[in-house]
């Protein structure tokens, strides 16, 4: 009896020490720096179908679940005037939330009617969002969406956008989607004058383009839409560990199985379709900041690198674009693993 006790003791405490050791030590951090979390499919309403909510509306829920997941802060992102006035609301509620204020490509013919009334509305909430605003964005442009606005009048916005924000010291939250000549000719021109540079989101351009947006100064935002093909993997390999940002784009841009990217997740949450709504599952198709760990996981695959030792990296990378004060206020330790961790 007396050897039995001994022997259930001693196993108890291999247990505790084989369950410490495998405890991570740090637990990982993540920044959403792409967060629309004012979409309707947060209301429940999709495609646009206001009368017929398929659901509660369940943001609560899907913050809670963000939390849980590591996430420590979220940037929403302002798509408009209208939409940047309610990420900023919203950011207001919780002191983890933080937004941009811009103007969408897609929707730049809102800023036609009076481009000077427009600007200063931009303006306006910059400055009554004060440290709540963290990038000047998102602009951009989109030739893959013209019948929602022409090319002509995305340029002329692009570069209003980028004028507008000297006025402000704030990185700015760029959009580029099959325009990348156009695009690096104007961003090229107005680099040496912004002086916190900014984040280039959403990245499906080519290895010239992230090397010559990091050469400038640029960091590269990293989702799903980043991940769908070979070539898109590929380009990923070739961006400086130290200009990696990750994102979700929530709502939009999830990890498909179609995408090339998926073969790499290891985390995966059950969802039921919008129609089975519950309050703890995630809704199929519809994508939210806790997934941000499945694109960690594809890059550090992809990369061939420690997920622990890229996702600590990446961590730093955003607080050195968005929240400088805070990394120069952190504790940065050097690891046994020779890395720099922000505590
Ligand atoms: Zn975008």
């Given at each position: 009896?007396?050897?039995?006790?001994?022997?259930?003791?001693?196993?108890?405490?291999?247990?505790?020490?084989?369950?410490?050791?495998?405890?991570?030590?740090?637990?990982?951090?993540?920044?959403?720096?792409?967060?629309?979390?004012?979409?309707?499919?947060?209301?429940?309403?999709?495609?646009?179908?206001?009368?017929?909510?398929?659901?509660?509306?369940?943001?609560?829920?899907?913050?809670?679940?963000?939390?849980?997941?590591?996430?420590?802060?979220?940037?929403?992102?302002?798509?408009?005037?209208?939409?940047?006035?309610?990420?900023?609301?919203?950011?207001?509620?919780?002191?983890?939330?933080?937004?941009?204020?811009?103007?969408?490509?897609?929707?730049?013919?809102?800023?036609?009617?009076?481009?000077?009334?427009?600007?200063?509305?931009?303006?306006?909430?910059?400055?009554?969002?004060?440290?709540?605003?963290?990038?000047?964005?998102?602009?951009?442009?989109?030739?893959?969406?013209?019948?929602?606005?022409?090319?002509?009048?995305?340029?002329?916005?692009?570069?209003?956008?980028?004028?507008?924000?000297?006025?402000?010291?704030?990185?700015?939250?760029?959009?580029?989607?099959?325009?990348e000549s156009d695009f690096m000719r104007i961003i090229k021109e107005y680099a040496p004058k912004l002086s916190r540079k900014g984040v280039v989101h959403s990245f499906d351009g080519t290895t010239q383009q992230a090397l010559d947006l990091t050469d400038l100064g640029f960091y590269i935002g990293i989702n799903g839409c980043s991940l769908k093909t070979i070539e898109n993997l590929e380009v990923l390999k070739s961006i400086p560990e130290d200009r990696l940002l990750l994102e979700t784009d929530c709502p939009w841009c999830e990890v498909k199985q179609s995408h090339a990217g998926y073969s790499y997740v290891k985390t995966k949450h059950d969802n039921v379709k919008n129609m089975k709504w519950v309050p703890d599952k995630m809704v199929k198709s519809r994508n939210e900041p806790a997934n941000i760990v499945q694109i960690l996981e594809i890059v550090a695959a992809v990369r061939g690198v420690d997920q622990e030792r890229l996702g600590s990296k990446i961590h730093t990378n955003t607080l050195r674009l968005f929240f400088p004060h805070e990394l120069a206020h952190s504790d940065t330790t050097n690891h046994a693993d020779g890395t720099e961790r922000a505590v």
């Open positions: 009896m007396h050897t039995n006790l001994l022997t259930a003791f001693g196993l108890l405490s291999f247990c505790r020490l084989f369950h410490l050791q495998n405890t991570p030590s740090f637990k990982m951090k993540f920044i959403d720096i792409g967060a629309n979390l004012k979409d309707g499919m947060y209301q429940g309403i999709y495609n646009g179908k206001t009368e017929n909510p398929k659901h509660e509306p369940d943001l609560e829920h899907v913050l809670r679940r963000a939390w849980d997941a590591g996430l420590h802060k979220i940037i929403i992102t302002g798509t408009n005037v209208a939409d940047s006035q309610s990420a900023l609301k919203l950011a207001q509620s919780d002191e983890r939330l933080y937004s941009t204020v811009g103007c969408h490509p897609t929707q730049c013919t809102e800023y036609e009617s009076d481009p000077d009334a427009y600007s200063q509305s931009l303006d306006k909430l910059i400055r009554e969002g004060g440290n709540k605003v963290v990038a000047f964005g998102e602009f951009g442009l989109d030739y893959d969406r013209l019948q929602y606005c022409p090319k002509e009048i995305q340029l002329k916005y692009f570069e209003k956008q980028l004028n507008l924000s000297l006025n402000h010291n704030l990185p700015l939250f760029l959009h580029c989607r099959n325009a």
